[in-house]
């Protein structure tokens, strides 16, 4: 089975970390680690070492938007990007969020956890450029 991973909030310390994840992720937005932390940000754990991570940001009292989450692609498809968006949702809100439009597997990921299609936001990202697909989970 493996090791129990363990969710928790992110520090300044896991920084590298993070950015090794983003810029392996290449679909993951690629921003400065450290300004995560002005926000609601996690790791997720293997055996002492990152494999995931997951930011937040309050939009409203009840509302919320993902802005980014990543999985080492070592760590792949063992759930835990099921897991840290599971324990974010224990806390009662509405979730918004944007995909790639050629992230299928993200989508359908999302989709499974209770988000679907609000929107579109065409040419939203660059290198390649592509639109947004907006996401809605209440």
């Known amino acids: 089975m493996g090791p129990e991973p363990l969710i928790r909030p992110m520090r300044d310390a896991d920084a590298e970390a993070v ?21 609601e ?5 293997l055996d002492g070492h990152i494999a995931a991570f997951l930011v ?16 080492d692609p070592a760590h792949r498809r ?14 009662p809100r509405t979730f918004f969020l944007e995909v790639r439009q050629s992230n299928i597997a993200a989508q359908a990921l999302y989709r499974s956890l209770g ?24």
């Open 56 to 71: 937040i940001r309050q939009t409203a009292p009840d509302e919320a938007e993902i802005l980014n989450i990543a999985v």
């Open 115 to 138: 988000f679907h299609v609000c929107g579109r936001r065409p040419g939203y990202y660059r290198h390649p450029d592509e639109p947004a697909i907006l996401m809605r989970r209440d």
């Open 41 to 45: 940000a996690f790791v997720l754990e």
């Open 78 to 91: 063992r759930g835990l990007a099921r897991r840290l968006l599971a324990a974010a949702f224990r806390q």
């Open 19 to 39: 950015s090794r994840i983003q810029s392996a992720a290449g679909e993951a937005s690629q921003w400065d680690p450290r300004g995560y932390l002005a926000f």
